[in-house]
């Protein structure tokens, strides 16, 4: 099992960037795909972006792309995402997550504490 934790959470202005960071234990990280999921107040969690364990593909959520980029280095551990051009819509707790098998969204079964992002208007 991977121990997962979040940071780089905050508040920021609508327009505004935040990258966010997910550091993971364990010797095995480059054998996960790795996931970024995001819940807002009131709603289910939906899946945002998901990296392969190589870093060789990803894909996102319509609602992200072309704004967000899922990035990964395998040396230290860390999955990133750099959320550029937010939106107050963007303002949700993010997890990171891990997938031992399959990346699609149902396969992430390890998760992060979550980070706050706030985007206001």
């Known amino acids: 099992q991977v121990q997962l934790v979040e940071s780089g959470g905050g508040l920021v202005q609508a327009g505004g960037s935040l990258r966010l960071s997910c550091a993971a234990s364990?010797?095995?990280?480059?054998?996960?795909?790795m996931g970024w999921f995001r819940q807002a107040p009131g709603k289910e969690r939906e899946f945002v972006a998901a990296?392969?364990?190589?870093?060789?593909?990803?894909y996102y959520a319509d609602s992200v792309k072309g704004r967000f980029t899922i990035s990964r280095d395998n040396a230290k551990n860390t999955v990133y995402l750099q959320m550029n051009s937010l939106k107050p819509e963007d303002t949700a707790v993010y997890y990171c997550?891990?997938?031992?098998?399959?990346?699609?969204?149902?396969?992430?079964?390890?998760w992060g504490q979550g980070t706050q992002v706030t985007v206001s208007s």
């Open positions: 997550a891990a997938a031992s098998t399959g990346w699609g969204p149902a396969d992430f079964g390890s």
């Open positions: 364990g010797r095995t990280f480059s054998s996960y795909a």
């Open positions: 990296i392969s364990w190589s870093g060789g593909s990803t």
